[in-house]
Protein backbone atom coordinates (compact mmCIF):
# COMPACT_ATOMS: atom_id res chain seq x y z
CA UNK A 1 0.00 0.00 0.00
CA UNK A 2 1.35 3.48 -0.72
CA UNK A 3 1.68 6.11 2.10
CA UNK A 4 -1.42 8.24 3.61
CA UNK A 5 0.47 10.90 3.64
CA UNK A 6 2.68 11.09 0.17
CA UNK A 7 4.16 14.48 1.11
CA UNK A 8 5.56 14.06 3.95
CA UNK A 9 7.34 11.20 3.26
CA UNK A 10 9.07 12.69 0.12
CA UNK A 11 10.10 15.29 2.50
CA UNK A 12 11.58 12.77 5.09
CA UNK A 13 13.07 10.51 2.32
CA UNK A 14 16.85 11.03 1.04
CA UNK A 15 15.82 10.33 -2.28
CA UNK A 16 16.16 12.83 -5.09
CA UNK A 17 13.29 12.71 -7.66
CA UNK A 18 14.32 14.00 -11.17
CA UNK A 19 11.70 14.91 -13.86
CA UNK A 20 13.35 15.65 -17.08
CA UNK A 21 11.76 17.76 -19.33
CA UNK A 22 12.77 18.28 -23.13
CA UNK A 23 11.67 20.66 -26.04
CA UNK A 24 13.08 23.75 -28.09
CA UNK A 25 12.96 26.88 -26.59
CA UNK A 26 9.68 28.22 -26.10
CA UNK A 27 7.80 25.04 -26.49
CA UNK A 28 5.81 25.30 -23.25
CA UNK A 29 8.31 23.14 -20.88
CA UNK A 30 7.46 24.81 -17.78
CA UNK A 31 3.58 24.60 -18.33
CA UNK A 32 3.16 20.53 -18.51
CA UNK A 33 5.08 20.50 -14.87
CA UNK A 34 2.56 23.13 -13.71
CA UNK A 35 0.23 20.51 -11.75
CA UNK A 36 3.42 19.00 -9.71
CA UNK A 37 4.83 21.99 -8.73
CA UNK A 38 0.91 23.18 -7.21
CA UNK A 39 0.67 19.85 -5.67
CA UNK A 40 4.08 19.91 -3.92
CA UNK A 41 4.82 23.64 -3.08
CA UNK A 42 8.00 25.44 -3.88
CA UNK A 43 9.10 24.02 -0.57
CA UNK A 44 9.55 20.30 -2.12
CA UNK A 45 10.00 21.13 -5.95
CA UNK A 46 12.79 23.13 -7.74
CA UNK A 47 13.78 24.02 -11.39
CA UNK A 48 17.27 23.59 -13.27
CA UNK A 49 17.44 24.92 -16.27
CA UNK A 50 19.94 23.66 -19.01
CA UNK A 51 20.93 26.80 -20.42
CA UNK A 52 22.75 27.69 -17.49
CA UNK A 53 25.25 25.13 -18.74
CA UNK A 54 25.91 27.03 -22.05
CA UNK A 55 29.89 27.00 -23.07
CA UNK A 56 29.44 30.34 -24.73
CA UNK A 57 27.51 33.34 -24.04
CA UNK A 58 25.45 35.20 -26.84
CA UNK A 59 28.50 37.29 -28.75
CA UNK A 60 30.18 34.49 -28.84
CA UNK A 61 27.81 32.01 -29.90
CA UNK A 62 27.41 34.67 -33.36
CA UNK A 63 31.13 35.11 -33.37
CA UNK A 64 31.67 31.69 -33.51
CA UNK A 65 28.38 30.92 -35.46
CA UNK A 66 26.87 28.04 -33.39
CA UNK A 67 23.50 27.92 -31.74
CA UNK A 68 23.17 26.82 -28.05
CA UNK A 69 21.53 23.67 -29.58
CA UNK A 70 24.90 22.37 -30.67
CA UNK A 71 26.19 19.92 -28.21
CA UNK A 72 29.66 20.92 -28.42
CA UNK A 73 28.53 24.50 -27.62
CA UNK A 74 27.41 23.16 -24.00
CA UNK A 75 29.45 21.78 -20.83
CA UNK A 76 27.46 18.58 -20.54
CA UNK A 77 30.97 16.93 -18.79
CA UNK A 78 29.97 19.35 -15.88
CA UNK A 79 26.43 19.27 -16.00
CA UNK A 80 26.68 15.40 -15.29
CA UNK A 81 28.68 15.90 -12.46
CA UNK A 82 26.37 18.68 -11.10
CA UNK A 83 23.21 16.34 -11.54
CA UNK A 84 25.11 13.41 -10.08
CA UNK A 85 26.15 15.54 -6.80
CA UNK A 86 21.89 16.99 -7.04
CA UNK A 87 20.95 13.37 -7.09
CA UNK A 88 23.22 12.82 -4.05
CA UNK A 89 21.17 15.66 -2.24
CA UNK A 90 24.24 17.71 -2.31
CA UNK A 91 24.93 21.58 -2.69
CA UNK A 92 25.97 22.83 -6.13
CA UNK A 93 27.60 25.77 -7.45
CA UNK A 94 25.54 26.53 -10.13
CA UNK A 95 26.44 28.76 -13.48
CA UNK A 96 24.11 31.52 -13.91
CA UNK A 97 22.87 32.41 -17.48
CA UNK A 98 21.33 35.37 -17.93
CA UNK A 99 18.62 36.09 -21.14
CA UNK A 100 18.28 39.24 -20.56
CA UNK A 101 22.13 40.09 -20.87
CA UNK A 102 22.83 36.98 -23.13
CA UNK A 103 26.11 36.64 -20.47
CA UNK A 104 26.63 34.73 -17.52
CA UNK A 105 26.47 36.13 -14.33
CA UNK A 106 28.51 34.84 -11.10
CA UNK A 107 27.84 31.27 -9.56
CA UNK A 108 25.10 30.31 -7.26
CA UNK A 109 24.88 27.86 -4.74
CA UNK A 110 21.87 25.40 -5.74
CA UNK A 111 20.61 22.93 -2.96
CA UNK A 112 18.03 20.43 -4.27
CA UNK A 113 14.61 19.74 -3.35
CA UNK A 114 13.02 16.27 -2.96
CA UNK A 115 11.87 17.01 -6.45
CA UNK A 116 14.06 18.67 -8.99
CA UNK A 117 12.88 19.62 -12.14
CA UNK A 118 15.53 19.77 -14.65
CA UNK A 119 14.37 21.36 -18.02
CA UNK A 120 16.17 22.51 -21.36
CA UNK A 121 17.32 21.16 -24.84
CA UNK A 122 19.08 18.32 -24.01
CA UNK A 123 18.52 16.43 -21.30
CA UNK A 124 18.47 13.24 -22.27
CA UNK A 125 21.53 13.54 -24.53
CA UNK A 126 23.80 11.40 -22.85
CA UNK A 127 23.29 8.24 -21.70
CA UNK A 128 24.70 9.57 -18.16
CA UNK A 129 21.58 12.23 -17.48
CA UNK A 130 19.11 9.63 -18.61
CA UNK A 131 20.09 7.41 -16.28
CA UNK A 132 19.81 10.05 -13.44
CA UNK A 133 16.52 11.11 -14.39
CA UNK A 134 13.19 9.35 -13.07
CA UNK A 135 10.63 10.50 -15.16
CA UNK A 136 11.13 11.63 -18.83
CA UNK A 137 9.01 13.91 -20.51
CA UNK A 138 9.10 16.13 -24.09
CA UNK A 139 7.16 18.74 -25.37
CA UNK A 140 6.70 18.99 -28.62
CA UNK A 141 4.62 21.75 -30.36
CA UNK A 142 3.50 22.12 -33.81
CA UNK A 143 5.70 23.99 -35.62
CA UNK A 144 3.20 26.94 -35.63
CA UNK A 145 2.33 26.68 -32.31
CA UNK A 146 5.58 27.13 -31.08
CA UNK A 147 6.91 30.13 -33.53
CA UNK A 148 3.71 32.31 -32.18
CA UNK A 149 4.67 31.43 -28.69
CA UNK A 150 8.39 31.85 -29.06
CA UNK A 151 7.24 35.22 -30.96
CA UNK A 152 4.95 36.62 -28.46
CA UNK A 153 7.64 35.60 -25.47
CA UNK A 154 10.52 37.17 -26.93
CA UNK A 155 9.33 40.12 -28.00
CA UNK A 156 7.64 40.80 -24.82
CA UNK A 157 9.91 39.26 -22.21
CA UNK A 158 13.48 39.16 -23.87
CA UNK A 159 13.08 42.39 -25.86
CA UNK A 160 13.51 40.91 -29.71
CA UNK A 161 11.81 42.29 -32.53
CA UNK A 162 9.40 39.61 -34.23
CA UNK A 163 11.76 39.86 -37.44
CA UNK A 164 14.75 38.94 -34.89
CA UNK A 165 13.11 36.24 -33.85
CA UNK A 166 11.32 34.61 -36.58
CA UNK A 167 15.43 34.79 -38.44
CA UNK A 168 16.96 33.21 -35.30
CA UNK A 169 14.22 29.93 -35.40
CA UNK A 170 15.09 29.43 -38.93
CA UNK A 171 19.05 29.31 -38.24
CA UNK A 172 17.83 27.08 -35.04
CA UNK A 173 15.79 24.55 -37.24
CA UNK A 174 18.28 22.36 -38.59
CA UNK A 175 20.09 21.70 -35.25
CA UNK A 176 16.31 21.46 -33.52
CA UNK A 177 16.13 18.45 -36.01
CA UNK A 178 19.10 17.16 -35.96
CA UNK A 179 20.25 17.46 -32.39
CA UNK A 180 17.12 17.87 -30.28
CA UNK A 181 14.15 15.88 -31.42
CA UNK A 182 15.66 12.81 -31.19
CA UNK A 183 15.74 13.11 -27.67
CA UNK A 184 11.49 12.54 -27.99
CA UNK A 185 12.58 8.45 -27.82
CA UNK A 186 13.88 8.22 -24.93
CA UNK A 187 10.80 10.12 -22.84
CA UNK A 188 8.60 8.46 -20.64
CA UNK A 189 5.56 10.51 -22.11
CA UNK A 190 5.24 13.18 -24.71
CA UNK A 191 3.45 15.99 -25.01
CA UNK A 192 1.78 17.33 -28.39
CA UNK A 193 0.06 20.62 -29.15
CA UNK A 194 -1.53 21.98 -32.10
CA UNK A 195 -4.13 24.73 -32.43
CA UNK A 196 -7.18 24.17 -31.60
CA UNK A 197 -9.68 22.25 -34.26
CA UNK A 198 -12.36 24.50 -32.75
CA UNK A 199 -10.04 27.38 -34.41
CA UNK A 200 -7.14 28.89 -33.74
CA UNK A 201 -9.13 31.91 -32.19
CA UNK A 202 -9.60 29.25 -29.48
CA UNK A 203 -5.85 29.07 -28.65
CA UNK A 204 -4.60 32.73 -29.14
CA UNK A 205 -7.97 34.42 -27.12
CA UNK A 206 -9.03 31.68 -24.52
CA UNK A 207 -5.66 29.26 -24.34
CA UNK A 208 -8.04 26.44 -25.73
CA UNK A 209 -5.25 24.16 -27.61
CA UNK A 210 -5.38 20.74 -29.02
CA UNK A 211 -3.64 18.70 -26.99
CA UNK A 212 -2.26 14.94 -27.23
CA UNK A 213 -0.80 13.31 -24.17
CA UNK A 214 1.64 10.09 -25.79
CA UNK A 215 2.48 7.72 -23.26
CA UNK A 216 3.99 4.13 -22.74
CA UNK A 217 1.84 1.37 -21.63
CA UNK A 218 1.30 1.46 -17.41
CA UNK A 219 2.95 -1.92 -16.12
CA UNK A 220 2.57 -0.71 -12.52
CA UNK A 221 -0.27 1.89 -10.98
CA UNK A 222 -1.60 2.03 -7.75
CA UNK A 223 -4.69 0.94 -7.07
CA UNK A 224 -5.79 3.92 -4.59
CA UNK A 225 -5.42 6.71 -6.88
CA UNK A 226 -8.12 6.48 -9.35
CA UNK A 227 -7.92 7.72 -12.75
CA UNK A 228 -11.15 8.49 -13.85
CA UNK A 229 -13.64 10.96 -15.88
CA UNK A 230 -17.01 11.10 -14.83
CA UNK A 231 -19.45 11.05 -17.97
CA UNK A 232 -22.68 12.26 -16.22
CA UNK A 233 -21.37 15.89 -15.87
CA UNK A 234 -19.51 15.56 -18.86
CA UNK A 235 -23.35 15.10 -20.87
CA UNK A 236 -25.26 17.45 -17.90
CA UNK A 237 -23.11 19.99 -17.16
CA UNK A 238 -20.83 20.93 -19.71
CA UNK A 239 -21.60 23.54 -22.46
CA UNK A 240 -18.70 23.96 -24.44
CA UNK A 241 -16.86 22.21 -27.08
CA UNK A 242 -14.74 19.39 -25.88
CA UNK A 243 -13.09 16.65 -27.03
CA UNK A 244 -11.37 13.08 -25.88
CA UNK A 245 -10.17 10.58 -28.40
CA UNK A 246 -7.31 7.85 -28.07
CA UNK A 247 -5.37 6.43 -30.83
CA UNK A 248 -2.10 4.92 -31.27
CA UNK A 249 1.44 7.00 -32.34
CA UNK A 250 4.78 5.92 -33.43
CA UNK A 251 7.60 8.45 -31.41
CA UNK A 252 10.67 7.78 -32.30
CA UNK A 253 10.08 4.27 -33.31
CA UNK A 254 8.08 3.30 -29.91
CA UNK A 255 4.29 3.01 -30.11
CA UNK A 256 2.73 5.16 -27.55
CA UNK A 257 -1.08 5.22 -26.47
CA UNK A 258 -1.89 9.25 -27.61
CA UNK A 259 -5.18 10.50 -25.71
CA UNK A 260 -5.98 13.85 -27.30
CA UNK A 261 -8.19 16.54 -25.57
CA UNK A 262 -9.43 19.79 -27.14
CA UNK A 263 -11.77 22.32 -25.99
CA UNK A 264 -12.79 23.39 -22.38
CA UNK A 265 -14.27 20.71 -19.80
CA UNK A 266 -16.73 21.65 -16.74
CA UNK A 267 -14.00 20.75 -14.01
CA UNK A 268 -16.50 18.31 -12.42
CA UNK A 269 -15.59 15.42 -14.85
CA UNK A 270 -11.89 15.60 -14.08
CA UNK A 271 -12.87 16.31 -9.64
CA UNK A 272 -12.39 13.01 -9.06
CA UNK A 273 -9.42 12.26 -10.45
CA UNK A 274 -7.93 16.04 -8.17
CA UNK A 275 -10.13 14.43 -5.10
CA UNK A 276 -8.26 11.03 -5.42
CA UNK A 277 -4.51 12.74 -5.78
CA UNK A 278 -5.10 14.64 -2.70
CA UNK A 279 -6.42 12.01 -0.83
CA UNK A 280 -2.60 9.96 -1.79
CA UNK A 281 -0.79 13.08 -0.92
CA UNK A 282 -2.68 15.00 1.77
CA UNK A 283 -2.21 18.15 -0.18
CA UNK A 284 -5.74 20.28 -0.41
CA UNK A 285 -6.88 21.74 -2.48
CA UNK A 286 -5.82 20.41 -5.55
CA UNK A 287 -7.41 22.73 -8.24
CA UNK A 288 -6.39 23.97 -11.28
CA UNK A 289 -9.31 24.88 -12.61
CA UNK A 290 -10.01 28.69 -13.87
CA UNK A 291 -12.81 31.17 -12.29
CA UNK A 292 -15.50 30.06 -15.00
CA UNK A 293 -15.33 26.28 -13.33
CA UNK A 294 -13.61 24.90 -16.44
CA UNK A 295 -10.57 23.44 -17.55
CA UNK A 296 -9.25 23.28 -20.66
CA UNK A 297 -7.54 20.27 -22.71
CA UNK A 298 -4.09 21.64 -21.55
CA UNK A 299 -5.04 21.75 -17.50
CA UNK A 300 -6.76 18.17 -17.95
CA UNK A 301 -3.30 16.92 -19.43
CA UNK A 302 -1.46 18.31 -16.90
CA UNK A 303 -3.37 16.48 -14.16
CA UNK A 304 -3.14 13.20 -15.74
CA UNK A 305 0.76 13.79 -16.34
CA UNK A 306 0.91 14.84 -12.74
CA UNK A 307 -0.86 11.03 -11.94
CA UNK A 308 1.06 9.85 -13.55
CA UNK A 309 4.48 11.01 -12.23
CA UNK A 310 3.28 10.49 -8.63
CA UNK A 311 2.84 6.95 -9.68
CA UNK A 312 6.43 6.72 -10.73
CA UNK A 313 7.46 7.96 -7.18
CA UNK A 314 5.23 6.07 -5.10
CA UNK A 315 7.10 2.98 -6.72
CA UNK A 316 10.07 4.19 -5.81
CA UNK A 317 9.46 4.85 -2.18
CA UNK A 318 6.94 1.42 -1.84
CA UNK A 319 9.90 -0.96 -3.50
CA UNK A 320 11.20 -3.75 -1.96
CA UNK A 321 15.12 -2.98 -0.93
CA UNK A 322 16.66 -6.26 -2.79
CA UNK A 323 20.26 -4.93 -3.24
CA UNK A 324 20.20 -2.36 -5.55
CA UNK A 325 17.88 -0.26 -3.16
CA UNK A 326 15.63 1.91 -4.00
CA UNK A 327 17.15 2.46 -7.27
CA UNK A 328 16.06 -1.23 -8.07
CA UNK A 329 12.43 0.53 -8.30
CA UNK A 330 13.55 2.49 -11.23
CA UNK A 331 15.79 0.39 -13.90
CA UNK A 332 14.83 -3.14 -13.09
CA UNK A 333 11.44 -3.91 -15.75
CA UNK A 334 8.84 -4.79 -12.46
CA UNK A 335 9.15 -0.84 -11.19
CA UNK A 336 9.62 1.22 -14.37
CA UNK A 337 6.06 2.06 -15.16
CA UNK A 338 6.82 3.60 -18.31
CA UNK A 339 9.19 1.96 -20.37
CA UNK A 340 12.79 3.26 -21.75
Same mark, same amino acid.
Given at each position: ????D???? =???????F?????????????????? =????? @????V????I?DY?????????E??V??? +?????????????????KA??????????H?? @??? %????A??????????G #???F???????? =?????Y? %??????????? =?????E *????????????M???E???E?YV??????? %?A? /??????K?? *??????????? +???C??? &??????D? %????? &???????????F??????E??????????????? !?N?????? #?????? /???Q??P?? &?VG???? &???????? !?I??W? /?I??? /????????????E??A???N?G????R
Open positions: MPPSFKRV =IAESPYIIIGVAGDSGSGKTTFTRA =IREIF @GEDLSTITDHRYDRRERKLGTPL +VPEANRFDLLEEHLGELGKTIQKPVYNDT @GRF %DPPVFKPTKILIFE #LHPITQKMRDL =IDFKLV %DPDPDVKRAWK =IKRDV *RRGYSPEAVVREAERPDYRAPQCRFA %DV /IKIAFSYG *REASEKKNVYH +VTLQSK &LERSIRV %DLSID &LFPLLSLSQRNMVEFTTDIGGKAMGALAFDGE !LDAVVRK #LEKNIE /IQTVQID &LSDGY &LTAGDVAQ !LLAR /INRR /IFIESAPETGGGKTLTGGCMCG
